[in-house]
């Protein structure tokens, strides 16, 4: 009972907290990267990552295409209001959402509503062909939406500390992607909200935000492979900040063994995760840090930018500083822009 009052309170503190958007510091500049209109595809030996906001990504590489769940919809202030309806907004994901009917997967790091939300929608309308992968909870939430076959839990699959998880191939086995236990961030000091799971198909999508739950959180490796079955790109993702050893990359076998290109670190509520970015980029000793949701999603995509409510870049920028490799790059992309990167030999 205590936490069926505790969760609307609190929502509805964050809910006025959230409507103080913050600019972006004048000495943190956006990496403006393609235009995504005359991009094209990227040229041999580069990979093209798109940022379509908060934790949206598109991957393109050798043919291949791979997405995170993206956000368009963006509901403001007032849908967030606990027990007001909520749904996604199709005509923003059909005017913001580049072309994305070669998407063969779209990867889900946990399932509140700024993840899942509009998942459903773009799945049916723009990427007809894509697979939907997370934990059983954000299957059990979204499976009115959807076909069986098209929604994939990879609770069992997914790396824990000490062990390996199981590699999940596309249907030409040229991409590879490895679910890897994570936690959320907490909200408010060490409280997280919308915690929780479902343990059976909800009959309808949820109605508002409160029914979007966390479910079990993953980070994501994502590998594009060669002709031999070698990697040839890696990627980290994850989608929320968390702590070791969560989101840790597992332990893998010589012949699997590549460091991470491009590494998308997440930057919400990174002030309660001790460590945060610094654990997890010595970790990962990426080439290339891209760091995305730590852009304020109450207000539409084609908003003046701000900065998520709360959040301090320039603490996050120093914070960085402390742990990147000497050799690392690092970048805030503008959203929607493309980033290409040339691939190491």
Same mark, same amino acid.
């Given at each position: 009972?205590?936490?069926?009052?505790?969760?609307?309170?609190?929502l509805?503190?964050l809910?006025?907290?959230?409507?103080c958007?913050q600019p972006l510091p004048?000495?943190?500049?956006?990496a403006?990267?393609?235009?995504?209109?005359?991009?094209?595809?990227?040229?041999?030996?580069?990979?093209?990552?798109?940022?379509?906001?908060?934790?949206?990504?598109?991957f393109?590489?050798a043919?291949?295409?791979?997405?995170?769940?993206?956000?368009?919809?963006?509901?403001p202030?007032?849908?967030?209001i606990?027990f007001?309806e909520?749904?996604a907004?199709h005509?923003?994901i059909d005017?913001? @959402?580049?072309?994305? =009917?070669?998407?063969?997967?779209?990867?889900?790091g946990? &399932?509140h509503y700024?993840h899942? !939300? /509009?998942?459903?929608?773009i799945?049916?309308?723009h990427?007809?062909?894509?697979?939907?992968?997370?934990?059983?909870t954000?299957?059990?939430?979204?499976?009115?939406a959807?076909?069986?076959?098209?929604l994939k839990?990879?609770?069992?699959?997914?790396?824990?500390?000490g062990?390996?998880?199981?590699?999940?191939?596309?249907?030409r086995?040229n991409?590879r992607?490895?679910?890897i236990?994570?936690?959320?961030?907490p909200?408010i000091?060490?409280?997280?909200?919308?915690?929780?799971?479902?343990h059976r198909?909800?009959?309808r @999508?949820p109605?508002? =935000?409160?029914?979007?739950?966390?479910?079990?959180?993953? &980070?994501w490796?994502?590998?594009? !492979? /060669?002709?031999?079955?070698t990697?040839r790109?890696r990627i980290?993702y994850?989608?929320?900040?968390s702590g070791?050893?969560?989101?840790?990359l597992?332990?893998?076998?010589?012949k699997?063994?590549?460091r991470?290109?491009i590494a998308?670190?997440?930057?919400?509520?990174?002030r309660n995760?001790p460590g945060?970015?610094q654990?997890?980029?010595?970790?990962?000793n990426?080439?290339h840090?891209?760091?995305?949701?730590?852009?304020?999603?109450?207000?539409?995509?084609?908003a003046p930018l701000e900065v998520?409510?709360g959040?301090? @870049?320039?603490?996050?920028v120093?914070?960085?500083?402390?742990a990147?490799?000497?050799?690392?790059?690092?970048?805030?992309?503008?959203?929607f822009?493309?980033?290409r990167?040339?691939l190491?030999?």
């Amino acid at each position: 009972m205590r936490e069926r009052i505790l969760l609307p309170l609190t929502l509805c503190g964050l809910v006025l907290l959230a409507g103080c958007g913050q600019p972006l510091p004048e000495d943190i500049e956006l990496a403006q990267g393609l235009d995504p209109v005359h991009a094209g595809p990227p040229p041999v030996g580069h990979a093209d990552v798109q940022f379509l906001g908060v934790a949206g990504f598109i991957f393109r590489y050798a043919g291949e295409t791979l997405m995170t769940a993206p956000m368009l919809s963006n509901p403001p202030l007032r849908a967030l209001i606990p027990f007001r309806e909520l749904e996604a907004d199709h005509d923003a994901i059909d005017r913001f @959402l580049p072309p994305v =009917a070669d998407v063969q997967a779209i990867l889900v790091g946990h &399932a509140h509503y700024d993840h899942l !939300l /509009d998942v459903p929608y773009i799945a049916r309308r723009h990427a007809p062909a894509a697979v939907v992968y997370g934990s059983r909870t954000m299957v059990h939430t979204i499976a009115s939406a959807l076909p069986a076959e098209r929604l994939k839990a990879v609770d069992i699959l997914a790396a824990i500390p000490g062990r390996p998880g199981v590699w999940i191939h596309n249907k030409r086995r040229n991409v590879r992607w490895m679910a890897i236990r994570a936690a959320h961030a907490p909200h408010i000091g060490r409280l997280t909200l919308l915690k929780g799971s479902y343990h059976r198909d909800l009959p309808r @999508l949820p109605r508002t =935000a409160i029914g979007y739950r966390e479910g079990q959180t993953y &980070a994501w490796l994502i590998d594009f !492979l /060669d002709e031999i079955g070698t990697p040839r790109l890696r990627i980290y993702y994850q989608d929320s900040a968390s702590g070791p050893p969560d989101a840790m990359l597992p332990v893998l076998p010589e012949k699997d063994d590549r460091r991470v290109d491009i590494a998308i670190v997440g930057v919400a509520s990174f002030r309660n995760v001790p460590g945060h970015p610094q654990e997890l980029i010595r970790h990962l000793n990426a080439r290339h840090y891209v760091f995305s949701h730590w852009d304020n999603f109450l207000v539409p995509p084609d908003a003046p930018l701000e900065v998520l409510p709360g959040t301090d @870049l320039q603490e996050f920028v120093r914070r960085v500083g402390e742990a990147l490799p000497e050799d690392a790059d690092w970048r805030f992309p503008k959203p929607f822009s493309v980033q290409r990167f040339a691939l190491a030999e």
